[in-house]
């Protein structure tokens, strides 16, 4: 398969990056990713992504004791399974995002875990093992960054990828590959990119891809031409693929109003703004602001409110706290690494912010974790927001006193494993190493944690529930 763009030559561990990321043209996001391929090309050469000959499978369970599971420290999180990226089929041996399904007959439960040249499908059978299924590859080229989110039974997959449009995927198929009538005896099977999917190649590269089950919409955002984020009729900003009908997506148009968008949570508003409740409102986090996006009428949407935060330096990824949707957690990518604002020590920092008022959000706070690390991505459940934090691995927090007092002085770490044990010696360091993302949505209880250099992780949090009740 050809290699062309420039994260896909780091993906490869190539030397050198093509022109178009120079520091006159570049946004935010084309400086972030030129940082991450110098990182991830240096630990390439120090085979840090040696595949299964490194990190071997598992099979049994590993529990958390005395903070450690096998070489991880851990709290209250213990490892069931894993597989490394070369066990799941994978010969570039490298990680990115990861989701899941749900089977709503059988309630067999499935991971879909992103790797740079495609994505391997997972089961998460009793106890928390992992059977690996099969596989399907990139669209176009080998990229470092690749998005999946789903709805219903299908997944769509997004790739920061030349042409590489997005990939629809019945995950129905996966029942097929190990019948529930002959469960012992399959074989992986890597899916075709002609006959097993539908492709959406009315927008060619993204960055992400965010999910609206509620409104059977796929937002692809951080869409480019080449190298420039920028240089397309969105701006990079939401482009909009309304899935109503997964096997002939079309797209009402895009949205370009705020510039690059790089990752948002959509939601059908009951919040306390009045004027805004039913209405589809856009959490969105973009390089330098929360922006808060009326996008109801996909011919006319509305910048609602654009809020900066001190310490902002890349505005990444977030989500909201509670249900009355009063309340949002935001991370930041770049402030622990380029040492701003209350991340200036190099600990994570995740801030807060209260949304009840939709046209003007405040930052009311932010939580420390205890060791340093970048932040990547989180998800909100039941109080508990499970962080993935680069380096120091799944982090999971009660965030649930956000209302007793919305400065997180009160936010306590109840349970953490850290897939990158390179970095404990030092508590951790600001790199771009580790943890991409986690998938805590299994009624099983069971998390899936994808590292870029190892392979996926299954997992089960043991600590104590939210404190409170939101």
């Known amino acids: ?16 990056v093509s022109a178009g990321l120079s520091a006159e043209a570049a946004s935010k996001h084309e400086e972030v990713m030129a940082l991450k391929i110098k990182q991830w090309e240096t630990a390439r050469a120090n085979g840090l992504f040696g595949g299964s000959k490194l990190y071997k499978a598992l099979f049994s369970t590993i529990p958390c004791k005395n ?12 490892l069931q399974a894993f597989l490394s990226h070369e066990d799941l089929g994978s010969a570039s041996k490298a990680g990115n995002d990861i989701w899941g399904w749900t089977d709503k007959k059988s309630k067999r439960e499935f991971g879909i875990v992103g790797q740079t040249d495609g994505v391997a499908f997972v089961e998460v059978t009793g106890l928390g093992r992992l059977e690996y ?16 989110k789903v709805i219903g039974d299908y997944a769509y997959i997004g790739a920061e990828a030349n042409n590489h449009g997005i990939q629809i995927f019945d995950l129905r198929k996966l029942l097929e590959v190990k019948p529930w009538w002959n469960p012992w005896f399959y074989k992986p099977k890597t899916f075709s990119k002609e006959t097993d999917i539908t492709l959406f ?21 951080g869409g480019r031409s080449g190298a420039n984020a920028r240089n397309t009729p969105c701006a990079g900003g939401m482009f909009m693929v309304d899935v109503s009908n997964p096997l002939k997506p079309v797209s009402p148009g895009c949205i370009p109003q705020d510039g690059y968008v790089h990752d948002a949570q ?20 973009n390089e330098d602001t929360l922006t808060v996006m009326d996008v109801t009428n996909k011919s006319a949407p509305i910048v609602i409110s654009r809020t900066p935060y001190e310490g902002n330096a890349y505005s990444h990824q977030g989500w909201l706290i509670d249900d009355a949707q009063t309340f949002l957690l ?15 020590d190099g600990r994570t920092t995740t801030y807060i912010f209260n949304v009840a008022n939709l046209e003007a959000p405040i930052n009311t706070g932010f939580y420390k974790s205890p060791a340093k690390s970048i932040d990547h991505n989180q998800y909100v459940i039941d109080g508990l927001t499970y962080q993935a934090n680069y380096g120091s691995g799944l982090r999971i927090v009660d965030v649930s006193s956000v209302k007793v007092d ?18 404990d010696d030092v508590n951790g360091v600001t790199e771009f190493l580790g943890t991409w993302s986690v998938y805590p949505y299994f009624k099983s209880g069971y998390i899936l944690l994808n590292s870029i250099e190892r392979g996926v992780y299954s997992l089960k949090y043991t600590g104590k529930k939210a404190q409170y009740k939101l």
């Open 1 to 16: 398969m050809k290699v062309t763009s420039v994260v896909a030559a780091a993906a490869l561990g190539a030397t050198t």
């Open 201 to 221: 190649a009315g927008v060619g590269a993204t960055h992400n891809l965010v999910a609206h089950e509620e409104t059977n919409m796929i937002y692809a955002v």
């Open 330 to 344: 935001l991370d930041d990518e770049l402030d622990e690494q380029n040492k701003v604002g209350p991340a200036a």
């Open 266 to 285: 959509c939601v059908i508003y009951k919040g306390p703004t009045t004027a805004y409740k039913g209405r589809e409102v856009c959490f969105n986090f």
């Open 133 to 148: 299924l099969g596989r399907l590859d990139t669209q176009t080229d080998i990229v470092s960054w690749r998005d999946i």
């Open 406 to 423: 919305p400065t997180g002085a009160k936010f306590t770490e109840t349970g953490f494993f850290d897939c990158h044990p390179e970095d």
């Open 67 to 78: 903070g450690k599971a096998g070489e991880y420290g851990c709290n209250n999180v213990n």
